[in-house]
Structures are given as C-alpha cells and as structure tokens.
C-alpha cells in the first residue's frame, strides 16, 4: 500500500470512528409535573445528530404529562439551563463537560413540556425546522470554506435528501437504545459521495471553524497557513482568544495544540461541515 493509499485509509477510518460516536443521555421528567410518574428514558443519542430528531421518541415516552390544550412545546435542560439544540449533540456534551474533571455518564437532561424559554432557545416546531438549521449551517461552513454556495445552490433535490435521510438515519433507535444498522451505515457512506461531489474543483480558501467556549459560539475559520507560513494549528486558534493554555475537545477527543486544522478538518468534521471546537 502507497503513502497516499495509507493516509486515505485511516481518513475513511477516522471519518467512520466519528460517524458511529454517540452520547448515553437519560431524560427525566421535570419534578415540576407531579399528576402523574414516569420512568426515565435512556436513549444512545448519535454525536452527529440534532436533539430534536429524537423529539418524537421522548413525547411518545412522556405523553401522560403533556397537558392538553397547553403550548406544550418539548424543550430540555441541563444545570438549570435550555440546551441549545442546533448545534450538533456531541458538541453541546463536550460543551456542557468542558469544566468536568470527569464527563458526566450518562448526561442526565430534564424534560419539559411547559414554559416554553423563548427569549433564550430556539423553537423547532417539526423536523422541517430542525432540516432548515442543519441546511443553513451547511450554507454557512461552504460559503466560508470556498467563498460561494454555488455548490449548495445547485445541488439537486434529491441529493439534498440524501444529506437529510442519512441525518435523520442516525438518530433512529431500535427500541433498546440501539443505533447505526446497516442501512445507517450505507447512509454515510452516500452522505460521503454528497459532500465529496460539492467539493469538486473546488479550493478551500479557509477551514470552516466554531468555537465554543464559555456558553459562548465564535466563528473562527482558519486560514491553511498561519501568518508565519506554517500550518494553522490549534494553537493558533486558541491564541485568537486568549486561551493559549486551554485544553480543546474535538468529537469528544481532546486534541494536542500542535495539530493542523485542516488535518483535523478531514477526520473530525461534523456533517454540517464545521469543525466544532469546544474549549
């Protein structure tokens, strides 16, 4: 096997390591709802994923509390706080762990159907809105990646419904917590040729980077080269914001500072095609 043979193989490895993550969350319903008592709920919720496309599982589960009539819109919280659902679920773990000495296993989240935080969260109220998000995410990383959507713009429906179905694909549960069956893993593996076919000709003029620090999300896309000539590395960005001896998690791994970016952009990318850095 050649050098580039190698490199290429332990990408496709990397990418499917990532593509299989999942966080172990156990959903409770909020004490504040005392007509009635329900067990808690474990799901094995995919990193990738969005929160909201396990909403019908967990309304399901908890419907004797759903009072009708109510705006019973579904949110959950975590510490006290909304969880904030666009972003990807292995990102708002590592975010909501960043301070942790060890992750907290499983996360335990609290469910609500009442009191709806609008002024703080966003509202999704079906999975058209949660499409919505994820697209103009992916409009957001292409645009600072090759400085257009014309890629996006012009890719044809049904290939955007195959970026979708592979999403949605993930966060489908076999009814004992259990993910990613064949057809899940064929999913990414078409979701690849989607991302793989926007990319072609083009130039990646900077690396697509979020991150997030302190409660906080800062846009910070990466030149290749740093202003010295080298490679942008992860020292580089945390250097952007002051916190040059801070430690870093990328897809739930905490990753040395010396690392390129662009590097960890082939293997560690989320499927919004972000690199989501959490500080």
Same mark, same amino acid.
């Given at each position: 096997m050649s050098e580039g043979e190698a490199d290429g193989a332990a990408e496709q490895e990397m990418y499917k390591r990532v593509w299989h993550g999942a966080v172990p969350i156990l959903l409770e319903l909020s004490p504040e709802v005392t007509h009635v008592t329900i067990e808690p709920l474990f799901v094995l919720a995919p990193?990738?994923?969005?929160?909201?496309?396990?909403?019908?599982?967990?309304?399901?589960?908890?419907?004797a509390a759903i009072v009708p009539d109510d705006d019973n819109r579904l949110w #959950?919280?975590? &510490? !006290?706080k909304p969880i904030r659902w666009h972003y990807p679920t292995g990102v708002l773990y590592?975010? /909501?762990? *960043?301070?942790?000495q060890e992750p907290e296993l499983p996360w335990r989240m609290?469910?609500?159907?009442?009191?709806?935080?609008?002024?703080?969260?966003m509202s999704c109220h079906d999975q058209d809105a949660c499409r919505q998000v994820f697209f103009n995410a992916l409009k957001e990383a292409t645009f600072?990646?090759?400085?257009?959507?014309?890629?996006?713009?012009?890719?044809?429906?049904?290939?955007?419904?195959?970026?979708?179905?592979?999403?949605?694909?993930?966060?489908?549960?076999d009814g004992t917590g259990g993910i990613l069956g064949p057809d899940v893993e064929s999913m990414g593996i078409d979701f690849r040729r989607v991302i793989a076919s926007l990319q072609e000709g083009?130039?990646?003029?900077?690396?697509?980077?979020? #991150?997030?620090? &302190? !409660?906080?999300?800062?846009?910070?896309?990466?030149?290749?080269?740093?202003?010295?000539?080298? /490679?942008? *590395?992860?020292?580089?960005?945390?250097q952007s914001i002051g916190r040059e001896d801070s430690?870093?998690?990328i897809q739930g791994i905490v990753v040395p500072t010396c690392t390129a970016v662009e590097a960890l952009?082939?293997?560690?990318?989320?499927?919004?095609?972000?690199l989501h850095i959490v500080v």
């Open positions: 990193r990738m994923g969005y929160l909201p496309l396990l909403a019908n599982q967990i309304r399901d589960h908890f419907a #959950l919280e975590y &510490d !006290g590592d975010s /909501a762990n *960043s301070a942790a609290v469910v609500r159907f009442q009191n709806f935080p609008q002024d703080e969260l600072l990646k090759d400085g257009n959507v014309n890629s996006i713009m012009s890719l044809p429906l049904d290939e955007q419904d195959t970026l979708w179905n592979a999403l949605m694909g993930l966060s489908l549960q083009s130039q990646m003029d900077r690396v697509p980077v979020k #991150l997030h620090t &302190d !409660g906080r999300t800062l846009l910070k896309p990466q030149p290749s080269l740093n202003s010295s000539g080298q /490679a942008s *590395s992860i020292a580089d960005v945390l430690e870093c998690r952009y082939k293997g560690f990318t989320s499927l919004d095609q972000f």
